[in-house]
C-alpha cells in the first residue's frame, strides 16, 4: 500500500550486477544467460515494438553506462541483455509477462484443455501456466491419462527452461546477503504491501523477505530482477505466493495513490454518546480499504489485508479519537499550547500526538501510519461521520 521511493541509481545499478553476475559465474556463464536474454529480448521484438522499444531503452542505458563508468565496470561485465533483465522496470516486466501469456502459454493451454475434453476429463481445466506447472509436479509420480496430456510440451516450457537456473541462483542471494543490502539500499522499513510490520536487518540476520512479485518459479527470467524483488514481511510474502491474480507492485509509480483506509460504524452498532470506553470504540467500528484500482483491489483480497486491519481495531480507536480531538480547534489549541510549552516544535506535534508520521511522503517509516494519515484526511474532508459516531 506503500510505494518504495527508490530507483537505482547508474553506481549502484552497476553494484547490483556485480553481486548477480558474481554469483551466476564464469565468463562462460555469463556470456549463456547474455544470449539468452537477448534471444528473449528479441522473441518480443518480433511481435511486439513498442515494447521492444521499452526494453532496448533500458539496454542502450546500460551500454552507456559502460563508457561513462569504465572504471567501474569489471574486466568481465559487456552483459548489457543480462544487465538489461537484471534491471528492467516493473512495468516493462508486467508487460513482457502479458506478452508471454498471450503468444507462448495461451494456446498450449487450450490445446491441453481440448485434449483433456476429448479424453472425457471434463473438470480438469488448465488455467495458467503455474497452474500447469503445479499439477505436472503432483501427479508426476502418479501417472495417468490427463498427466499424459499434460507433460506435453507448450511454446513456453522452452523459454522457461532456459531461465531456470535462475532460481537456484536466487537462492544462492542469501547466503550472499544479497537480500539484506537490497532492504538497506532500498530502505524499506515496514512492508510496503500491508504498513502492518517492520523489515528491516539485524546484525547479520534479516527479518524482511524478498517477494517475487512475478513469481520465480513460473517466470524465472526476472527471478534475480532488481525491481521483482520487493522487501516485505514473512506474512505478505506467505500469503502472496499462493496468489494468481495480477496485483500492484509497490516499485510501480504512483500505484497505490488513491487507496485509502477507512473505519465505519458497524452496522449493528449505535452511536455512542455521552461518555464511552476506547473498547466500546473497538467494538462498534470496522476497517474498510476502498480503492478505484483493480490491482491494488487484487492486492487487498489476495493478501487478507482488511482481515489484518481489523485486527488492529484498538489501535484504530485510538487514532480515530485522537483525530476527532485534535481536529476540534478548542482541543487542539490546547493540544498545542502544552506541546509547545514543553519546547516541541509544531512541525513534531502531530507526530508526537498521534504517534506516527502523517507526511505521505514518510509513511513507510512506520507501521500503521496509512491508516492514521487516511483517518485525518477522511476528518479533514468531512467530520460527519465522526460527530455522528461520537455523539
Ligand atoms: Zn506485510
Known sequence: MIKIDYRLNAEKLIAYCDKVEKLIGTPIALEKYNKRCNYFFKTIEKRDLVLYGQIKRQTDYICGLQHAYPKLINSVRHYAHLETALTLDTEVMVKIISHVKKYFVKDGLIKLNHEAVTQGLKNSKLTSYGDLRKRRGRLKAKGGTFYKIISKPILYDCLHALFAEFIEIYAKFVSQKINQWIVDETGVRVCPYCNLAYV????????????????????????????????????????????????????????????????????????????????????????????????????????????????????????????????????????????????????????????????????????????????????????????????
Open 200 to 391: 528491516y536487518n539485524r546484525e547479520k540476520h534479516a527479518t524482511a523477505q524478498l517477494d517475487h512479485f512475478l513469481n520465480k518459479s513460473e517466470y524465472p527470467m526476472f527471478a534475480l530482477s532488481f525491481y521483482n524483488l520487493v522487501p516485505s514481511c514473512p506474512a505478505c510474502n506467505h500469503i502472496k505466493s499462493d496468489s494468481d491474480g495480477e496485483m500492484a507492485s509497490p516499485y510501480e509509480k504512483d500505484v497505490f495513490s488513491d487507496v485509502v483506509i477507512n473505519w465505519y460504524p458497524k452496522q449493528s452498532s449505535k452511536s455512542l454518546h455521552g461518555k464511552w470506553e476506547l473498547t466500546e470504540i473497538e467494538n462498534n467500528i470496522e476497517i474498510v480499504i476502498e480503492t478505484g484500482n483493480n490491482q491494488v483491489q487484487n492486492n487487498v483480497q489476495n493478501m487478507a489485508l482488511e482481515t489484518a486491519y481489523n485486527k488492529h481495531l484498538d489501535y484504530a480507536s485510538e487514532v480515530l479519537l485522537k483525530t476527532q480531538t485534535y481536529m476540534n480547534s478548542e482541543s487542539q489549541a490546547l493540544i498545542k499550547k502544552t506541546f509547545q510549552d514543553m519546547g516541541i516544535t509544531n512541525e513534531d506535534i502531530e507526530r508526537y500526538y498521534f504517534g506516527g508520521y502523517l507526511e505521505a511522503e514518510a509513511l513507510h517509516k512506520r507501521p500503521l501510519s496509512k491508516m492514521t494519515h487516511d483517518f485525518v484526511s477522511d476528518y479533514k474532508a468531512s467530520s460527519k461521520k465522526y460527530d455522528d459516531f461520537l455523539k
